[in-house]
């Protein structure tokens, strides 16, 4: 049963520190989505990759995120320095798009809740 | 930009009643998906939509897809305690970027 896995699964921080998450999409997928819920804003795209490449990344704060994928099987978000409003559950979902797919179905990690104090 | 506009917010029902949710996009879109959230889980992909008028049924689940390609709704008929969630839709360009409505909240009270 092919799943997206992220870890951690839950991390508390202190204010000013680096937090990385990491995601494995499902393999085979060619499209990795980075989202942040929170109560207030909802479910929020931060970025996305296609192919590896980065092809938006507008929602994301560029000063102090950043979102990468060394390889095909790992994408991973950094926020450095943390802030308490970063507090919030952080989802990666993978996809397939291309020639013979007649959905773009996003599959959802369990998510990592941050917590910054 | 591209806007999803979901209403309900919030809904409790009593179990065996029916539950309806709408979607409504700014732009005109080429499909249309609809996600379901558990307390403390992730969104987990229902069904896509992608023509104008287009219905489907999952079960007790109704999906519609608006003539326009700018409105749908999800009917749950006869609810049951299991479908407890958040439902989201989510609009957009097939392949590209979703844009997520802000969910409606279902509770089912037994």
């Known amino acids: 049963d092919a799943r997206v896995t992220q870890t951690p699964r839950h991390k508390v921080t202190e204010m000013g520190q680096e937090v990385t998450m990491r995601c494995q999409p499902i393999l085979g997928h060619n499209t990795v989505f980075w989202y942040r819920q929170t109560m207030m804003q909802g479910l929020e795209l931060l970025a996305y990759f296609r192919n590896r490449a980065p092809l938006d990344d507008s929602g994301m704060p560029k000063d102090r995120f950043s979102a990468e994928m060394p390889d095909a099987t790992l994408a991973t978000l950094k926020i450095q320095p943390s802030e308490p409003r970063d507090s919030a559950v952080y989802f990666c979902?993978?996809?397939?798009?291309?020639?013979?797919?007649?959905?773009?179905?996003?599959?959802f990690g369990p998510g990592t809740r941050l917590t910054v104090l | 930009g591209q806007q999803v506009m979901q209403i309900p917010q919030y809904q409790h029902v009593q179990e065996g009643e029916d539950f309806t949710t709408y979607c409504n996009s700014s732009t005109t879109l080429s499909n249309i998906q609809w996600y379901k959230q558990r307390p403390g889980g992730h969104p987990v992909f229902l069904i896509q939509l992608v023509k104008s008028g287009e219905v489907k049924k999952q079960k007790r689940l109704t999906f519609q897809f608006g003539e326009a390609k700018k409105n749908s709704s999800l009917h749950i008929t006869a609810t049951q305690t299991t479908d407890v969630g958040t439902y989201f839709c989510a609009g957009g360009e097939y392949g590209n970027k979703l844009v997520f409505g802000a969910g409606t909240i279902l509770r089912v009270k037994s």
């Open positions: 979902a993978s996809g397939l798009v291309g020639a013979g797919v007649s959905t773009d179905t996003q599959y």
